[in-house]
T-cell receptor
Framework: DSGVTQTPKHLITATGQRVTLRCSPRSGDLSVYWYQQSLDQGLQFLIQYYNGEERAKGNILERFSAQQFPDLHSELNLSSLELGDSALYFC?????????????FGQGTRLTVV | AQTVTQSQPEMSVQEAETVTLSCTYD???????LFWYKQPPSRQMILVIRQEAYKQQNATENRFSVNFQKAAKSFSLKISDSQLGDAAMYFC??????????????FGSGTQLTVLP
């Protein structure tokens, strides 16, 4: 168990809908990262939050947004869903600072858009 | 931008034998981290081994070791005495040694390892 919790584990929804994926980082980790894993694009970095603020942005679509709350949990919002958004969405967390280099991954949310 | 390339989509190895997975990367930076992650069918991403670019000594974790060639920008993973539980997708990943807090990983496309009994 990595200590990173993602909910739900599975999600099936229709095109055009909006969903919210939730991530609780490891205790003490201030940084949360979102990644998308799909057959077409592989594992891609979407966005990072650090202590409530957006810190880095990757290949995240404008239809997607994220936030990190004061209790450090994060949510990834996906709207106007398309079939191509079907993927495994990972959240990872890490400590920032010091010599720690490891990011700990949650088990992912499998999103299926039908 | 940094890129990571894994040119072997699939590999297989006999149980108890040794296998090497290849990874090359491209970066203009001199200091960074490299990682190998394992993703078994459970889909959990598990860190196997890490290497710091400024360290010349190759990292080793039990049966897992790397061959880090900085000049060639090559970072291969050797699995010795392969076990059935090693069967998984293996991802090579790069991360800048950022002085700030942006520490996202750039992943390769993965190598699916099959272990034959």
């Amino acid at each position: 168990d990595s200590g990173v919790t993602q909910t739900p584990k599975h999600l099936i929804t229709a095109t055009g809908q909006r969903v919210t994926l939730r991530c609780s980082p490891r205790s003490g980790d201030l940084s949360v990262y979102w990644y998308q894993q799909s057959l077409d694009q592989g594992l891609q970095f979407l966005i990072q939050y650090y202590n409530g603020e957006e810190r880095a942005k990757g290949n995240i679509l404008e239809r997607f947004s994220a936030q990190q709350f004061p209790d450090l949990h994060s949510e990834l919002n996906l709207s106007s869903l398309e079939l191509g958004d079907s993927a495994l969405y990972f959240c990872a967390s890490s400590v920032v600072g010091g010599s720690n280099t490891e990011a700990f991954f949650g088990q992912g949310t499998r999103l299926t858009v039908v | 931008a940094q890129t990571v390339t894994q040119s072997q989509p699939e590999m297989s190895v006999q149980e108890a034998e040794t296998v090497t997975l290849s990874c090359t990367y491209d970066t203009s930076e001199s200091d960074y981290y490299l990682f190998w992650y394992k993703q078994p069918p459970s889909r959990q991403m598990i860190l196997v081994i890490r290497q710091e670019a400024y360290k010349q000594q190759n990292a080793t974790e039990n049966r897992f070791s790397v061959n880090f060639q900085k000049a060639a920008k090559s970072f291969s993973l050797k699995i010795s005495d392969s076990q059935l539980g090693d069967a998984a997708m293996y991802f090579c990943a790069y991360r800048r040694k950022s002085s700030g807090s942006a520490r996202q990983l750039t992943f390769g496309s993965g190598t699916q390892l099959t272990v034959l009994p």
